[in-house]
């Protein structure tokens, strides 16, 4: 069964290169030989179908076989083992600096060498898709990075608009009341609470027709009533775009101690489609 891969034989001894070359060619592999340096980064630069080089270390008078491996490698991706005579300690790590795929003895049985050959297509498989994976993981990285600094940006603008809400309502010098539609108070300013004389836990969820006085009750109901006709009549208008619509009546409220007095109402009536809407009270004595 044929192996379909093709290997770049660099061996400067042409006898034992045909040699190598035959043992190979009868495992089903493609062998090329080149006997120099220079011949082998020529070829490379013209043929990109080498799947697998094998290097000896002593090339003659030309460059080394560990100079040429650095120069291959700087440019293509692809496994890459040495097959040299030198069994030096010193010569072996040289060329485990330069490729991870393997050093194999010369001489060696073809079937060490073809076992050599398969080992080092694994492990370059394993390589590429561990760099795959390491490149997802830093592109996931970046994305998120990008996402989390994109929250970070909507949180300090959603902080910015809290603090000037918390400013135009909370701080604002006239009452301010958030009803919602059946006219329970949901949120209140300060002011708001010091005019009905009313703290904050015992204002929440109260209906605001309590703190109208009794003569006023129709008036407030009719002037209500006007602001939600305008409010759908505005809406239909505008293809049911926000609209704020603002009023404005004068009627008596009822102090905390039973007293009423006088103030000047503008209810503002915010209605978006599918959403509750919530009547926003300004009060001024």
Request: net charge negative; proline share 1%.
């Amino acid at each position: 069964m044929l192996n379909e891969k093709t290997l770049l034989l660099v061996e400067d001894v042409f006898l034992l290169a045909q040699l190598t070359k035959a043992s190979l060619e009868k495992y089903g592999y493609t062998v090329i030989h080149t006997e120099t340096g220079e011949e082998a980064i020529d070829l490379m630069r013209e043929n990109k179908e080498v799947d697998l080089i094998l290097m000896d270390i002593d090339l003659g008078e030309g460059i080394s076989g560990t100079e040429t491996a650095k120069t291959i490698l700087a440019n293509h991706d692809l496994p890459l083992l040495f097959l040299s005579s030198h069994t030096e300690k010193e010569i072996v790590e040289t060329t485990e600096k330069i490729t991870s795929y393997g050093y194999v003895v010369k001489n060696s049985s073809v079937t060490v060498l073809d076992a050599s050959i398969k080992m080092a297509f694994r492990l370059f498989e394993v390589t590429k898709k561990a760099k795959l994976i390491e490149e997802n993981l830093r592109a996931h990285q970046i994305e998120l990075q990008m996402q989390n600094d994109e929250f970070r940006a909507r949180q300090d603008e959603l902080e910015t608009l809290r603090a000037k809400y918390f400013e135009m309502y909370h701080l604002s010098p006239v009452g301010q009341l958030t009803l919602n539609e059946k006219e329970l108070i949901i949120e209140s300013n300060l002011t708001a609470r010091n005019i009905l004389g009313v703290l904050a836990d015992k204002l929440k969820e109260q209906s605001f027709q309590k703190f109208i006085a009794k003569e006023d009750q129709d008036s407030f109901y009719l002037y209500k009533k006007k602001i939600i006709e305008s409010s759908q009549t505005e809406r239909v208008n505008n293809s049911f775009k926000d609209k704020d619509i603002l009023k404005s009546c004068s009627l008596n409220l009822i102090y905390s101690d039973g007293t009423t007095f006088p103030i000047h109402l503008t209810l503002n009536l915010h209605c978006s489609p599918g959403m509750n809407s919530t009547f926003q009270l300004v009060i001024m004595k």
